[in-house]
């Protein structure tokens, strides 16, 4: 490795720094996390959320650089959405917004949707439930009868779950951050929803755990113990096998889409992007795709949005499910009027189905990322690499150079003058050895409280009279923010250049 990187005029150390937090700091592990980065002009998150976590990841890589404005953007991730409806669904869809709708972003024509009947909707939802039934109980057969069961338990089978009962699904690889079992954490509340005689609920879950992730194997064994108990046969389901084709039937049938990970470690998550298409309601952790979808008359939310240890969560989280499956999910969808028909939980389908479905559907992510990702790059890519990459090295000589003179560049005290509704602010700036063209100075406000984080870029006013290369750089804020939270800077800049990632200088007045 050594010989063919020397042949390239490249060091091993110089690659390895690359992997480090501290590129100086040879005592630090390698890290491929690190080493993506700084190899991307563009580093994209799959969820708002993960962007946000993910800045914080990566804030070694970028000293001194206020976590917002570490160069991670995201664009959430879509689902395929013709893979995941049903037929029913499909030809709902079909009528109201035509055959070529999965092929366009979100739009206004998404929102027939909302011009379906009441009647169509929920004969289409007690399909799919009849469906998702109708294949539970064959495969439990199955199941049962592969590993000889006794024939009375087999006959049992084909009569577990109700088609008419608002059914749950849960359906996800079995690991302890996402909390597969967090439905369990009070048996006899849980059991108590089950068995109501009014108004039951019945749960549909599948999923796998890693071959070695012994926690992971042990919660599904509990799923199992629960739907082997004798007066939970008919209310709970644990199926084999997951697969894709499973969790197609699945997403296509159940009333609710269960997720329960611990914030913020989803970092996007797309099964309940799946039920979407389907007329299926979200109830979940506000972590990932939830975090931005969630509006409280699409689905439920679990918890109050906050990430804190364990000990402290999973508790509370666990009593919000179980709030919210009480007081909101099972009273609206047993709510019916006159015609039996529950029309608070179709209005809320409706909603869900127009708003999130286009939302977070593929047709939208891909275009995302032609028109913010891959076409900025193929541009920057075609200017620098014409004329045997003359760009691309004029911009490394720019970058050196920049780089070797920043430490002769320093920012004077600012003078404040203020009027009736703004702050008129004046700065000496003395750039050194460092061209005025390859910087910029500018206000910066990080966010606090009501306000956002702000960056106002001030002009060049006039050369500092007896001195070399110093200037006043000027701008204005607003008097309604305290000019205590604003801090002169100076930071690299270059038309052609992705920055901070390519340059990360900036230099503080304090």
């Not at 849980?190 to 992971?216: F, M, Y």
């Not at 800049?493 to 390519?502: G, S």
Request: proline share 6%; aromatic share 8%.
């Amino acid at each position: 490795m050594e010989g063919v990187l020397a042949g390239r005029g490249v060091k091993l150390d110089d690659v390895l720094a690359l992997g480090r937090a501290d590129a100086h700091n040879a005592d630090q592990p390698f890290n491929m996390a690190f080493l993506a980065q700084r190899g991307s002009a563009i580093c994209v998150g799959v969820s708002r959320l993960h962007g946000e976590i993910s800045r914080q990841i990566f804030q070694p890589l970028f000293p001194r650089w206020p976590p917002c404005e570490v160069p991670v953007t995201h664009i959430t991730n879509g689902v395929h959405v013709p893979t995941w409806d049903s037929a029913g669904a499909d030809r709902i869809w079909t009528e109201a917004c035509g055959k070529e709708r999965w092929r366009s972003p979100p739009g206004i024509h998404y929102e027939r949707i909302t011009g379906v009947s009441d009647e169509e909707l929920w004969a289409m939802r007690g399909e799919g439930r009849r469906r998702v039934v109708r294949m539970a109980r064959q495969r439990l057969v199955s199941q049962l009868r592969g590993r000889g069961f006794d024939p009375e338990l087999v006959r049992d089978a084909e009569t577990a779950l109700d088609p008419n009962v608002l059914t749950l699904g849960f359906a996800r690889r079995f690991t302890e951050y996402k909390r597969p079992n967090l439905l369990l954490s009070d048996r006899e509340r849980l059991g108590r929803l089950l068995l109501n005689e009014s108004q039951p609920i019945q749960i549909v879950v599948a999923g796998k755990a890693h071959p070695a992730d012994l926690l992971g194997k042990e919660m599904i064994q509990q799923w199992i113990n629960l739907a082997k108990q004798p007066v939970y046969r008919r209310r709970v389901v644990f199926l084999e096998d997951y697969d894709i084709a499973l969790a197609q039937e699945l997403v296509q049938g159940v009333d609710v889409w269960i997720n329960t990970p611990r914030r913020p470690w989803e970092a996007c998550g797309t099964s309940g992007m799946k039920v979407l298409v389907n007329g299926s309601l979200n109830c979940s952790i506000l972590d990932g795709w939830w975090g931005e979808a969630y509006e409280p008359n699409v689905g439920w939310a679990i918890g109050d949005g906050r990430g804190e240890p364990a000990e402290e969560t999973d508790a509370r989280d666990a009593a919000s499910l179980y709030e919210v499956l009480e007081a909101k999910i099972i009273p609206e969808f047993y709510n019916r009027d006159g015609e039996g028909l529950p029309c608070a939980w179709l209005r809320r389908i409706r909603n869900s189905m127009s708003k999130l479905t286009p939302l977070f559907g593929g047709a939208r992510m891909v275009h995302d990322y032609i028109e913010n990702v891959y076409l900025l790059l193929a541009r920057a890519m075609r200017t620098r690499s014409r004329d045997n990459y003359a760009a691309a090295r004029a911009l490394n000589a720019w970058s050196r150079t920049l780089h070797s003179r920043w430490p002769s560049l320093h920012i004077g005290n600012p003078i404040i003058r203020q009027t009736d509704a703004m702050r008129h602010l004046a700065v000496p700036v003395f750039l050194g050895d460092v061209l005025a063209s390859s910087v910029r100075v500018e206000l910066f406000a990080d966010a606090k409280s009501e306000f956002a984080p702000e960056v106002i870029m001030l002009h060049q006013e006039h050369a500092i009279r007896g001195a070399t290369n110093g200037y006043i750089y000027a701008g204005s804020i607003a008097a309604s923010r305290s000019v205590e939270d604003y801090t002169v800077r100076v930071v690299a800049h270059h038309p052609d250049a992705f920055l901070p990632t390519e340059l990360p200088l900036i230099r503080w007045q304090r």
